[in-house]
């Protein structure tokens, strides 16, 4: 049992310890209903404190346990807070660091609670698509009142101990404690205190009522409409707490708990869920066992002071790790240092940003134009042009420079890392990290490993993107990766649907309604269209056979690049994003549909949004088939945290499951025999086929 049992006195002292945050899975629930009951069978104990092991109260449900039966499985969580209700004697919640959803909900269900100050206090079931589902949207408004409650319940964002306390009438707390390390003290003379009183507090009893209530929760409703159009949970919460106002404390508790169960079955909560799940896989390398020594990043050197140079060298500025930057001249440098101020000094503006923090951390950042000064550093990422041959010197030059067991990093997002890798004389110590462009916004940073990539290397990778707080996706060594290689399918078929008879506009507007960021031309516009149209002619005699739009390199051939030149798919005013239709644009289009002999046909929204989704389901099953990616949750939070895929849609392998893996597959077997669109690409990937015909899933 994760939970343990021990008298000081006339003190029980019943303990959580299920590392690392005490969550509240069955053998806790067991600990907790198991020293209730030798508390209430010894006579000498007079009253019982509940408290959390180490480094929280209690994070809440235990996420090992998430979507098993394990759950659910007696004494669930409502079962052991009736059984805290009903104590004959007082129970006292001793509570520091973290009291989160399940947590806090057991804490409810105390009799009194005392807290550390600096506890962070929260109920964030709604961030997976839930609600509270053990009282919390019952029994918080009634210590806190109904608005500071539901304020908590619909954004799930934690507050601190002290800031609850000084809520006027507040009931949540009963004592904040000098300090953390008193708590405990504090908690046991409290205890005492009410060793005697009788009949005890229960905050089911007490009263919940908003004065106004049927006009702030309009108001409250009102407010969420926009912002929850693809989220059903915010606006529930506000049912269940409006419950607790108007209903009996049983009734709003059997409210919560329909409410609850509804949530836990809609599409959206089941993405969010998986998206939550899958962030944390995804830190995890099957091969790559979780105690591997990793090696010491103290400094970063950086080759690039460019567009990508800048971004990452942000990243690190603002972790508190310092960074040498090189380049081949001072101009280069000079303009590398300027665009990073330039963006750290419209943070301050806004403010975003403290003026001494942006001092701190440009104070952080040295250049240089020497290799010989990187020796001393612990770690190089290289972001200079996408050639090979520039790549070569540069690596070259790192092997002969840097000291043995540093990391060499390349931010390449085409070229083959295994070659890279093969310029030095220590090709265990290189990797890729491909960051996303802007480097010092996007979360997602691909690392990509090598043949001959060390364990270590890749352990101490992760562990470093955790520190710049970027969420890391383990790709093996193929053209384009995860991310790249199958957008490639998806930008071919919007070519695709360009040719049959749409416009970019149609396109991107489908997209979009489906919940794309942006639609795929749009995107275009903003990373730059002659990014792809390099890589394609560079491409050309490998690709020689597969089929492409034309309209692409068209738009190129006119200088339309995209927002940069304000002018690509659409045009663009100075200084503003807004895509605006070119009609010019539009008739290139048409002429080249003309030129190809294709009568334009009406296509439906429909069919935009499976043509392009089901590309990433394909070209996603390829790479799960040939090992690039180690599971399919890590090519969801690829997209989901890299290209703007919807987080309520789980990502592209979580939908295609979410629609059944046979209706994919018929799906493709149509769009293959449509004679403008490609049909070897539409052959299901074996693997795709094979889950398909056994009826299972990728996730
Ligand atoms: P960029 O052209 O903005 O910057 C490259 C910088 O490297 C320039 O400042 C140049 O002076 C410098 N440089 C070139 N050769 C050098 C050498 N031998 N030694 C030192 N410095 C040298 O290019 P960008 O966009 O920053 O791309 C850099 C790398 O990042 C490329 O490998 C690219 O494929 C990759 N990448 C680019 C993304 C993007 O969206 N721009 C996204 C992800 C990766």
Same mark, same amino acid.
Request: overall charge neutral.
């Given at each position: 049992m994760t939970a343990h049992y021990q008298v000081h006195g006339d003190i029980a002292l019943i303990t959580l310890d299920n590392p690392p945050v005490n969550g509240l899975g069955l053998s806790t629930r067991q600990g907790i209903a198991h020293g209730m009951e030798q508390a209430l069978a010894d006579a000498a104990v007079t009253a019982i404190v509940i408290t959390g092991a180490g480094k929280a109260f209690s994070g809440g449900a235990d996420i090992r346990e998430f979507g098993s039966p394990l759950a659910m499985q007696e004494p669930n969580l409502n079962s052991v807070i009736q059984m805290l209700e009903k104590s004959t004697k007082p129970v006292v919640a001793a509570i520091h660091t973290v009291a989160m959803g399940g947590g806090l909900e057991l804490a409810l269900g105390c009799h009194y609670r005392v807290a550390a100050p600096g506890t962070s206090v929260a109920l964030p079931e709604v961030k997976l698509g839930l609600l509270p589902g053990a009282g919390g949207t019952q029994r918080l408004p009634r210590v806190l009142g109904v608005e500071a409650a539901l304020n908590m319940?619909?954004?799930?964002?934690?507050?601190?101990?002290?800031?609850?306390?000084?809520?006027?009438?507040?009931?949540?707390?009963?004592?904040?404690?000098?300090?953390?390390?008193?708590?405990?003290?504090?908690?046991?003379?409290?205890?005492?205190?009410v060793a005697a009183t009788r009949p005890l507090p229960l905050v089911r009893d007490l009263p919940c009522k908003h004065?106004?209530?049927?006009?702030?929760?309009?108001?409250?409703?009102?407010?969420?409409?926009?912002?929850?159009?693809?989220?059903?949970?915010?606006?529930?919460?506000?049912?269940?707490?409006?419950?607790?106002?108007?209903?009996?404390?049983?009734?709003?508790?059997a409210t919560e708990r329909e409410i609850f169960i509804n949530l836990m079955w809609t599409p959206e909560s089941r993405s969010l869920r998986h998206l939550f799940l899958g962030e944390r896989a995804a830190s995890k390398i099957p091969d790559v066992p979780s105690d591997t020594?990793?090696?010491?990043?103290?400094?970063?050197?950086?080759?690039?002071?460019?567009?990508?140079?800048?971004?990452?060298?942000?990243?690190?500025?603002?972790?508190?790790?310092?960074?040498?930057?090189?380049?081949?001249?001072?101009?280069?440098?000079?303009?590398g240092v300027a665009t990073m101020r330039g963006n750290y000094e419209a943070q301050v503006k806004k403010g975003k940003l403290k003026q001494a923090k942006y001092d701190e951390r440009m104070a952080l950042l040295t250049t240089t134009l020497s290799y010989d000064e990187l020796s001393g550093t612990d770690m190089v990422i290289e972001a200079v042009f996408e050639e090979i041959g520039v790549k070569e010197a540069v690596f070259k030059e790192l092997d002969r420079v840097m000291k043995p067991g540093a990391i060499l990093a390349s931010n390449t997002s085409t070229l083959d890392l295994n070659k890279i890798a093969s310029f030095t004389q220590r090709p265990q110590d290189v990797v890729g990290l491909h960051f996303f462009s802007p480097a010092n916004v996007m979360k997602l940073l691909e690392v990509v490993r090598g043949a001959q990539t060390a364990k270590d290397v890749m352990a101490t990778v992760m562990a470093a993107a955790k520190k710049i707080r970027k969420t890391a996706v383990v790709s093996g060594v193929c053209d384009g990766f995860i991310g790249n290689r199958m957008?490639?399918?998806?930008?071919?078929?919007?070519?695709?649907?360009?040719?049959?008879?749409?416009?970019?506009?149609? %396109?991107? +507007?489908?997209? /979009?309604?489906?919940?794309? $960021?942006? #639609?795929?031309?749009?995107?275009?516009?903003?990373?730059?269209?002659?990014?792809?149209?390099?890589?394609?002619?560079?491409?050309?005699?490998?690709?020689?056979?597969?089929?492409?739009?034309?309209?692409?390199?068209?738009?190129?051939?006119?200088?339309?690049?995209?927002?940069?030149?304000?002018?690509?798919?659409?045009?663009?005013?100075?200084?503003?994003?807004?895509?605006?239709?070119?009609?010019? %644009?539009? +008739?290139?289009? /048409?002429?080249?549909?003309? $030129?190809? #002999?294709?009568?334009?046909?009406?296509?439906?929204?429909?069919?935009?949004?499976?043509?392009?989704?089901?590309?990433?389901?394909?070209?996603?099953?390829?790479?799960?088939?040939?090992?690039?990616?180690?599971?399919?949750?890590?090519i969801d939070i690829c997209y989901i945290f890299?290209?703007?895929?919807?987080?309520?849609?789980?990502?592209?392998?979580?939908?295609?499951d979410e629609l059944g893996l046979f209706n994919v597959v018929q799906a493709m077997h149509r769009f293959a025999q449509?004679?403008?669109?490609?049909?070897?690409?539409?052959?299901?990937?074996?693997?795709?086929?094979?889950?398909a015909a056994e009826g299972k899933s990728f996730n």
């Open positions: 319940i619909v954004s799930g964002e934690a507050i601190k101990a002290e800031m609850l306390a000084m809520l006027p009438g507040q009931k949540l707390f009963d004592k904040i404690a000098a300090s953390p390390a008193t708590l405990a003290d504090e908690a046991f003379a409290f205890a005492r205190s004065p106004q209530g049927d006009a702030y929760f309009q108001f409250v409703r009102n407010m969420l409409g926009a912002v929850s159009k693809n989220f059903p949970a915010p606006l529930k919460c506000v049912d269940a707490v409006e419950a607790a106002t108007t209903k009996k404390f049983e009734a709003g508790m020594p990793l090696r010491d990043i103290q400094s970063v050197a950086i080759i690039g002071a460019g567009t990508m140079g800048g971004g990452i060298a942000m990243n690190f500025l603002n972790a508190g790790i310092p960074v040498k930057m090189l380049e081949m001249k001072q101009e280069a440098l000079d303009r957008i490639e399918q998806y930008g071919r078929q919007g070519g695709f649907l360009l040719d049959e008879g749409c416009t970019p506009e149609q %396109v991107d +507007k489908a997209m /979009e309604k489906f919940g794309m $960021a942006m #639609g795929p031309f749009r995107m275009g516009d903003l990373a730059g269209n002659d990014i792809g149209w390099a890589i394609r002619k560079r491409r050309a005699t490998e690709r020689a056979n597969m089929k492409y739009s034309k309209t692409a390199d068209l738009l190129c051939e006119k200088g339309r690049f995209g927002q940069k030149t304000g002018a690509g798919w659409y045009d663009y005013k100075p200084g503003k994003r807004d895509a605006i239709p070119n009609a010019e %644009v539009v +008739k290139m289009i /048409e002429d080249y549909r003309a $030129a190809q #002999g294709i009568t334009p046909r009406k296509i439906s929204d429909e069919e935009i949004v499976q043509r392009l989704v089901f590309a990433l389901v394909n070209e996603g099953a390829h790479i799960l088939e040939e090992g690039i990616a180690n599971k399919a949750s890590d890299g290209y703007g895929f919807p987080p309520y849609r789980g990502g592209p392998m979580l939908y295609a449509n004679p403008h669109d490609d049909a070897d690409f539409w052959k299901p990937a074996p693997l795709l086929a094979q889950l």
